[in-house]
């Protein structure tokens, strides 16, 4: 028998399975939102930060550069950039147009910038204020300014290739600035633009504070920086030579507190000038030392013991062969002294004193005083010279070593090696850094002076001394003299080599290395003219007299009439400021009557660090002259002054 069996209620199945079917997409919806809500928020938000957001890295502001006395050397001024977004700007050839005659660059380079598919170019980098205030006032859409620093060098030319400069990325290219890039240069402050739908930016935020800049003290004291730059230029100019360096440095510490090298050039605008002009030749270039180098060789003779200062050389009436070549001496000579080999600086008679040391002796000697390795200034490019092994040497190596050929060494090199041989024996290690500080004048780090080896005896350094003494007295150094001073020092005079082979009958390096021995510190003095064009050619004819106006120049700095014993250097007695906590005459700036006009300030005893900070404010260029505080400016406190127009203003006196 069958049963009938009930109808199936396929409206309730229906009703069944939709009810199903929306609980496991709610089911499902509900998982979604809690990956969505929950589990992968932060790599969600992290992503949409990154689609409306555009992380534009600005440089923050780099360190400034201070001579031993606190006086700018370098600094950086705030600037504005110019710099535009393309796909907000819809009549590109307009502002093209516009932007090229304010700014005086190519259209052309400007309107390719435009056509670019990008949220952000920049036109124009660390412009002057004028042409930024034009840009600000012709409002073009798609086209904004942001704040960037601006290098600054407030004395211009002032010992420019020992400051070297930085570029426009605030990355030191040459230079102090290159060397201590890493402590001058503070990271870069991440700056975001805010976008919309249409990846147009529409706000900017900072998301971090600048960092604390870093300020670099160095070892230079500007008033001995400007008697060598001073006197070495005229000297370059009035013997027509090809350059010229002078270096001045502490016997003591190895601190240098001069450097100047000529030809200089303005480090405000260094794209102008050429590599060679720019190339620091106190440690790039080497040279035969010619006689200066007999200082070395006495000072290995006596202090190994194989010489005497009693001792008498024969030295052949000026003319002499040797192993097939001939040596001469300028001025013929008989029988001379130990001494007399130095005080009339006989080639013959260094040749006869080298015969007594073996190439070993002399090798090992020559090393000590730091011969043919770099010396560790901390300066970029420095060359080590050339001082072959011994095993290397000819039968005339060691004659020709002896009076200063076929040996080759920078003007930094000879300096410390000098300062040795009349300070006791102590190798210094030459630095120009003294203190790297905060902005608040707190020492971060220091350079203490680094004695790098004892090299000779302290009888046999007083002994050269003595010898040295009697070069300036009554030697080929007598230009170098001060009366009532005592002013050690020897003369060089050495042939340049020729390209062709052998030495040039022309060209020469003229040199003259001393030092003032009562000064405290006491400072060696290097001077050396290359290819002095004029008939005089002779070390002591043309480097010693630079040599003493240099000297009486240091002297008068420090106090009193130069007969005085015990001179006391005037920076040695002046600590180290805080940068930031000396006292400042406060000085308003006010506007001038129409847009872009401001009323000149009283600069008068401003010293150079305050008028840059001014010249900021007033978005100004400034010219300055001299050192020290100021006592003459152009435009007159008071007048009128247009936004992008030259300040000028002379200064003298001490920093303060």
């Known amino acids: 028998m069958y049963r009938n069996r009930e109808p199936i209620n396929w409206v309730g199945f229906r009703i069944g399975l939709v009810a199903a079917l929306f609980a496991v997409a709610t089911v499902l919806l509900m998982l979604r939102a809690y990956r969505l809500q929950v589990s992968e928020a932060g790599a969600l ?138 402590d001058l240069k503070s990271q870069p402050v991440p700056v975001t633009a805010q976008r919309d739908a249409l990846g147009r930016p529409i706000m900017f935020a900072s998301m971090a504070e600048a960092p604390g800049r870093r300020d670099l003290r160095l070892t230079l004291d500007r008033n001995i920086q400007y008697v060598a730059g001073k006197e070495l230029d005229q000297a370059v100019r009035r013997e027509r030579a090809r350059s010229g360096t002078a270096i001045v440095m502490d016997a003591d510490s190895g601190e240098i507190l001069a450097l100047a ?39 290995a003779a006596l202090d190994l013991g194989r010489a005497d200062r009693r001792d008498k050389f024969y030295c052949q009436e000026g003319h002499f062969r040797l192993h097939g070549s001939e040596i001469n001496d300028v001025v013929p000579h008989g029988w001379l002294s130990f001494d007399e080999v130095l005080i009339r600086s006989s080639n013959i008679g260094a040749v006869k004193i080298s015969s007594k040391l073996s190439k070993g002796e002399f090798y090992r000697v020559l090393r000590g005083f730091g011969f043919g390795s770099p010396t560790g200034v901390d300066l970029p490019g420095e ?21 200063g050929q076929g040996i080759t060494v920078n003007a930094i090199q000879l300096t410390a090696a000098f300062a040795a041989a009349v300070n006791g024996g102590a190798l210094y290690r030459p630095h120009l850094m003294k203190q790297l500080t905060n902005r608040f004048g707190e020492t971060i780090r220091e350079c203490r002076p680094v004695l790098v080896r004892k090299v000779i005896k302290s009888s046999t350094s007083a002994k050269i001394v003595s010898i040295l003494r009697k070069v300036v007295l009554s030697g080929t150094g007598k230009a170098a003299g001060i009366d009532g001073v005592k002013v050690i020092g020897k003369t060089g005079t050495a042939q340049k080599a020729a ?7 022309d060209k020469y390096v003229a040199s003259f290395i001393g030092a003032l021995m009562e000064t405290k510190p006491r400072l060696v003095i290097f001077v050396m003219l290359d290819e002095p064009g004029r008939k005089r050619k002779m070390g002591g004819q043309v480097a010693a007299p630079v040599f003493r106006k240099i000297a009486e120049g240091v002297l008068a700095l420090c106090g009193g009439g130069t007969r005085r014993k015990g001179l006391v250097l005037a920076s040695s007695r002046i600590p180290l400021p805080k940068a930031e906590l000396a006292r400042r005459k406060v000085i308003r700036v006010r506007k001038g009557p129409r847009p872009g006009e401001w009323i000149v300030p009283d600069l008068k005893g ?29 435009p007159e406190a008071g007048k009128i002054f247009k936004e992008g127009a030259t300040l000028e203003v002379a200064f003298e006196g001490q920093p303060s």
């Open 45 to 182: 938000a992290k992503r949409a930060g990154k689609q409306r957001t555009r992380v534009l890295h600005l440089e923050a502001q780099r360190g400034m550069i201070l001579d031993r006395s606190g006086e700018q050397l370098a600094a950086s001024l705030e600037v504005d950039s110019i710099c535009a977004s393309p796909r907000r700007i819809t009549h590109k050839e307009k502002t093209s147009r516009i932007l090229a005659d304010i700014l005086q660059i190519s259209k052309k380079d400007i309107l390719a910038k435009l056509h670019e598919d990008r949220a952000f170019v920049w036109i124009l980098r660390r412009v002057s204020p004028l042409p930024a205030g034009k840009v600000k006032q012709a409002d073009l859409p798609g086209v904004f300014t942001v704040k960037e620093y601006r290098r600054f060098y407030p004395l211009r030319d002032f010992a420019s290739h020992a400051i070297g400069f930085a570029g426009i990325d605030s990355r030191g290219l040459e230079g102090l600035e290159l060397y201590y890039d890493r």
């Open 383 to 403: 060359r080590s010279g050339s001082l072959a092994r011994p095993g290397r040497w000819s039968a005339l190596t060691k004659p020709n070593i002896a009076f």
């Open 499 to 505: 390209p062709s082979g052998g030495y040039s009958k």
């Open 261 to 299: 090298v000529c030809p200089t050039y303005n480090l405000n605008v260094f794209q102008k000038v050429s590599a060679a002009v720019r190339r620091n030749r106190a440690v790039t270039d080497t040279f035969e030392p010619g006689s200066t180098f007999k200082v070395f060789l006495a000072s």
């Open 606 to 634: 401003l010293n150079v660090r305050q008028v840059t900070d001014l010249c900021g404010k007033i978005k100004c260029d400034a010219s300055f002259r001299g050192t020290g505080h100021a006592v003459r400016q152009n």
